[in-house]
């Protein structure tokens, strides 16, 4: 369906991003009109752009559920502007015959880096130094124990693009790698120096424990204070994925009784957090305002390829990374 000036619609719900200048010269150059919605306008603007959107990009913090979905009669293509998908119904996108695509390779390198960066800051104790030295003091003791990084172990929870990065990276500090994924192969664990391990070993070995996998029904609380009592005393957790893999009160439990040694967070289950958070009221915790992916490179690659996938579905073109190929039968351009 066309509006009245002869242009398909591309509908952005999107609370995250002010600017959309990238998105709008590709979207104008290629014939589309585009409508930005943000939550306290989404009532208002629901009836007047659901039934006549071609294509709905929705940015990761914004919810598109199934009664939105519903509603949605015009439209082809849902584009997850993410590399994760958690915040769109796909299985009721799929029922209503329309695709869904998301950009899971844009911000790899940053990602990775950000995971090791928490890895080192932990390691190396900065945010005690830091805030040390601002209250006027000088003792390199006083933040022990430190051990030497080389003798770590560190685990991947997951070992996708992201994961296989941050081993590469970490590779030349001399630790150990570890990596549970049942969907791997040893091949490609053996191609990447690391030791692929069920997942009871993974909590078993690791003093630094890195997550890398999805939200979904299999992972949501994955890491719960069981699993938390099960890794060495005094080990680590980092979480560059979603905050939902974690259950945040077992974590916070684990690190109150000194069993876990700290945790560096990127995503939380509440983005933003409410200041009492326990999370946010122990010095063994420092988080990172889910940011892990940001580079001005990552975000212009993002949007670039958020943009070209909502126009390749509504004109028929090939999609990168489809999460309901089947669909594409149903498609009619």
């Known amino acids: 369906m066309t509006l009245k000036n002869g242009k398909r619609l591309v509908w952005i719900l999107d609370d995250e991003w002010t600017d959309h200048s990238i998105e709008k010269a590709l979207y104008e150059k290629n014939g589309f009109d585009v ?22 990009v929705a940015q990761v913090g914004f919810q598109c559920t199934a009664e939105i979905i519903d509603k949605l009669d015009s439209c082809k293509i849902i584009s997850a502007s993410a590399v994760g998908f958690n915040h769109i119904d796909v299985e009721a996108a799929t029922k209503k015959g329309i695709l869904v695509s998301h950009v899971p390779e844009y911000c790899s390198e940053e990602v990775s880096d950000h995971a090791v960066t928490h890895i080192l800051t932990l390691s190396r104790r900065f945010p005690a130094y830091n805030e040390q030295v601002k209250r006027g003091e000088w003792d390199p003791m006083d933040t022990l124990p430190i051990k030497r990084f080389s003798n770590n172990t560190v685990g991947l929870l ?4 992201i994961a296989r990065k941050a081993a590469q990276k970490l590779k030349g500090f001399g630790v150990r790698l570890i990596a549970h994924d049942p969907y791997v192969s040893k091949e490609v ?21 890195t997550l890398h996998v999805p939200l979904n029904p299999d992972t949501k609380n994955i890491i719960g204070y069981e699993q938390l009592k099960m890794m060495p005393q005094g080990a680590f957790v980092i979480n560059t994925s979603r905050g939902g893999v974690i259950n945040e009160e077992d974590l916070y439990r684990a690190i109150q009784e000194g069993h876990i040694g700290g945790a560096g967070l990127d995503v939380l289950l509440n983005e933003p957090p409410h200041l009492d958070d326990p999370l946010l009221n122990t010095d063994k915790v420092y988080v990172t305002p889910h940011s892990a992916y940001i580079s001005e490179e990552a975000i212009v690659e993002l949007k670039t390829k958020t943009s070209q996938n909502a126009i390749d579905g509504v004109t028929g073109k090939p999609i990168a990374h489809l999460l309901n190929p089947k669909v594409l039968k149903a498609v009619k351009i």
């Open 35 to 56: 409508k930005v919605t943000r939550s306290e306008n989404f009532v208002e603007d629901f009836p007047n752009y659901a039934p006549y959107a071609e294509a709905v």
């Open 158 to 161: 997951g070992f996708g693009r």
């Open 189 to 209: 664990f053996d191609k990447y120096s690391v030791e692929g391990v069920s997942f009871y070993d993974l909590l078993n070995q690791s003093t630094f424990l």
